[in-house]
């Protein structure tokens, strides 16, 4: 039994020396759960929610809000509800369209700005809309908007032309995870 024992204890050390830096580096990260659970997601740590009490039209709350930096680059997230049917009863693919490309070409004009990404995706079956801009440098601004129901979810993150920011920026975006999938996905 004693030997079972320090076989064991011999092959998991290898496992556990490398589990220890995996941990120390997401101690910079946060994951942020919906109060509803309908959501999870990371963002470099601290994080800080909002609640903004304007009302646009459509909405049945407030916007809901987290931003946090890391090496001066912006990470945001927010969602708000609208009013029952308010997306499901019209085109949700031209919605998400058109809540993510928002003014972005009056911010971002073309002839300064390359459109890296500019095109409808979705997630867990719920559709979006990913839109990546590009400066002269290689800089980044980095848009996804979902539509999940009735709720309208986005996130923005910039990123240096840096592989690490890259990296950063991606890990955000792709850290989105709803509690639900679409029906018939």
Wanted: glycine share 6%; hydrophobic share 40%.
């Amino acid at each position: 039994m004693k030997r079972r024992l320090f076989v064991l204890a011999l092959s998991a050390a290898p496992i556990a020396a490398t589990a220890q830096p995996a941990a120390s580096q997401s101690a910079d990260w946060q994951t942020i759960v919906g109060r509803d659970l309908r959501f999870r997601l990371e963002m470099p740590a601290p994080a800080t929610e909002t609640k903004a009490p304007e009302k646009e039209k459509g909405h049945t709350s407030e916007r809901i809000a987290w931003a946090s930096k890391r090496d001066g680059e912006m990470f945001d997230f927010d969602y708000v509800d609208y009013q029952p049917g308010w997306f499901s009863e019209r085109d949700s693919k031209q919605m998400a369209r058109d809540l993510g490309r928002g003014e972005a070409e009056k911010a971002f004009p073309r002839k300064t700005f390359k459109y890296v990404l500019d095109e409808p995706i979705t997630l867990q079956g719920w559709d979006g809309y990913a839109l990546d801009i590009e400066d002269a440098q290689g800089a980044l601004v980095q848009m996804r908007t979902y539509i999940v129901k009735d709720r309208l979810f986005r996130l923005l993150v910039t990123a240096k032309n840096t592989d690490a920011s890259k990296a950063a920026a991606k890990r955000f975006l792709d850290s989105l995870r709803l509690a639900e999938t679409r029906p018939g996905q």
